[in-house]
């Protein structure tokens, strides 16, 4: 497996694996193929990562800048991760998570946060913090993971290409 940016050729490929990853999701609208177009159309793609597989692009993960009333700048956040049906379940995401926390590191940012599953996602050292809130969500599904000793706190805010319905 190769993990890398992503290409203009790999456009396509990632918005039917976006589509195909969440067609049966419990909790999507199925628009996630639509928001990583508008994050891209916008510039907002602060990282956009593949995962090929013998030549075959088969997985995809987004990053975005986030803003937390009450916090600093330089907060990213993590979604959608996609990867094909077929191919889940053998550290794709995992992969293709890591490497992108790796660069927004790398890249000065302060944390990243999402909304998502905590059992999935606290492997990676996410977790929830009482004083972080994504209006509609249950805390327990709003997930922070800071690079440095600030504590996130305030309600999170993502890009307005999350509204991206078509």
């Excluded at 991760?81 to 379940?89: A, G, K």
């Excluded at 805390?139 to 307005?160: T, W």
């Amino acid at each position: 497996m190769i993990i890398r940016s992503e290409r203009k050729a790999d456009i396509e490929a990632i918005f039917e694996i976006t589509k195909e990853a969440f067609r049966n999701h419990p909790y999507s609208n199925q628009t996630e193929q639509f928001i990583v177009n508008a994050l891209r159309a916008a510039n907002a793609l602060t990282i956009s990562l593949v995962a090929e597989v013998a030549d075959r692009v088969v997985g995809h993960v987004a990053f975005s800048p986030v803003t937390i009333s009450g916090s600093s700048p330089d907060w990213y956040g993590l979604g959608p991760v996609s990867v094909l049906p077929q191919f889940q379940r053998q550290g794709i995401g995992q992969a293709l998570i890591h490497e992108g926390l790796s660069l927004l590191k790398s890249m000065g940012a302060r944390g990243c946060v999402l909304v998502g599953e905590p059992d999935y996602y606290n492997r990676f050292g996410f977790r929830s913090f009482t004083d972080l809130i994504f209006e509609g969500v249950l805390q327990k599904y709003v997930l922070a993971l800071p690079f440095d000793e600030e504590m996130p706190r305030g309600s999170i805010r993502h890009h307005s290409g999350f509204s991206a319905t078509s």
